[in-house]
């Protein structure tokens, strides 16, 4: 590809010499920038502007401006919203608190050399990796009521099935179940790059005070993991917040709006009904509680490492 | 790694821990506990495979068949009864094209945040990572309705660039540093100009990152699922979205599923054993080098 840049005309590398630094590197960046505002920076100005509309395509181009409306009318009025939000809350809350504990301990386990380690570490990786709607058609298998493995073992144990999918105090928690199987190795992968910068000299010096592996797991490795688990968090609950892939193609938010999150709900007032104003009102709410996330562990991450 | 392995699970007061027995005892509950907590996660993907080579009959048996007689009779229905390889086409071609267009147009943006200092750029593109896919649909379909674009190659590519140009530009910001400064001014110093600097001297020195950002770029291209959902019509559809649409006709030929389930996953599974190390670095934008 180089031999391009060797045809281009002298003048060319001349200027290219003597332009100011940060124009040389917006010569670089430029084409990705137009590319991000286009896709970008526009549909999400796009979206502001819509939300304060009731534009539904049957009505094309006779939308008109109605304030707040939308938005007064998710926040107060719309159950079917409020409880979306509180089930996105649950999923997220919920999943990553469990994916953490998890995650952390098999970060522990996985800390130190042992024969099949990479093996062990690959199938870990599988899971977050593998097509999401592929894992989806699986768990459904596995879950299913009647001829589902996991309900056969249950049966074996218990005595009883668990309708894992129709049961509507029931489902959201088996996608919780599917999510922390599916994310708990992110956090541990995440986790086991963190320990192996961690300095060894604290563990010495505690090993010759004769405190226990507890002990030093406690009030050395945790406090000087913060700052790692702050990233893994971070990421984990943004990814939690967006789960879109596996409870769509599991349950389509049913049944009876058990499993209808957020992104769900969204879906469905924007390419089910059309009604694109509303779903664009209830896209800048979501914009502004994934956003407020983020925000929320980066200020974390930053107090932890100026504790530390 | 290694730097923990001696972290101390063993106390040096207490010297029975070292005994042969309580060694073997202990790596014996090591790799016990170790085989509990991985075996759900080798399961799923078993099940898929033996699921994927079970008929109906050995699909839905109570209690669940380990030992059958395999059959490839789900392959053939999923590949006779769909046009698949046209699926398999539309996913590569999505896949190819938006990674291709992340590497042309993010390598040299990664280029310029590191040597050039565009810190605001990179802070803007974090935002990519953050917002919910979702959010650009309502727009980009309205944006593609009105040029007639909706369900084009074109389009698609288009959407996959939000996942794979962010992903190429972070995972490659972090490579550039790498690269000693000096090498580049060296390189201005003899006559090059500085697109010829990143083109020789820079752009060689990162081809394992590019590669790995290529696979990861590749890899959550082929994952998307939402974006096909809205943006693709009968002849674009990508994979995820066809063997979703499957459900709904064969509510529960668990063969077909598994078949066409592990007909997308393998590649994926393939090419991670390629990029693991990177996988993390990528995920996380950066900010934790596995």
Redesign the interface.
Known sequence: ??QE??D?PTT??KV??H?P??V??????G???L??LL??A???V??VY?SFTNWT?SVLGAHQYVGWQNYIKLIFEDERFQNSVGRTLIFTIGGVAIQTILGVG?AM?F????AGRGF????????????????A??????MDI??G?LN?VIELINGSRIAWLSDRSIVLYSLIIIDT?QWT??IM??V?????A?P?EP?EA??ID?A??LQ?FWYLTLPMLRP?LM??LM?RS?DA??T??II??ITGGGPAFATETL?LY??SQ??QYFN?GY??AA?VL??IL??GT?LLFIRLRRATSEMM | MGSLTSMPQSSRHRSWFRHPIIVGLRTIVFYALLILLWFPFFFVFAWMLMGAFKNQIQNTAIPPLLFFTPTLANFETVFNSNPMVQFLLNSTVVGVGATLLALIFGLPAAYAIARYRQQRLATAILVARIMPGISYLVPWFIMFSQLKLVGSYFTLIMAHLIITLPMTIWLMIGFFEDIPRELDEAALIDGCNPFQAFMQISLPLTLPGISASAILSFIYSWNNFMFSLVLANQDTRTLPVAVFSFISYTQVDWGGLNAAATIITLPVLIMILFVQKQMVRGLTLGSVKG
């Open positions: 590809m180089h840049h060797q281009l060319l590398q290219g010499k332009l630094q940060n040389t590197g917006w010569l670089f960046s084409p990705a920038v590319i991000l896709m970008m526009f549909p999400i796009y979206t819509l395509p098999l386990v800390n130190r050399d042992f062990f570490r690959t199938i870990f990786m599988m899971s977050m990796v593998a097509t999401p709607v592929a894992i058609l699986v768990w459904m298998m596995v009647n001829t493995v056969y199987w190795p992110f992968l995440i086991l790059a963190g320990l192996s961690l060894t563990y505690a090993q004769g226990s592996g030093m790692t990233v893994a990421f943004i917040l967006k879109f892939d769509y193609v992104n969204i879906y924007g390419f694109m779903a664009s896209l979501f914009f994934v956003f983020s």
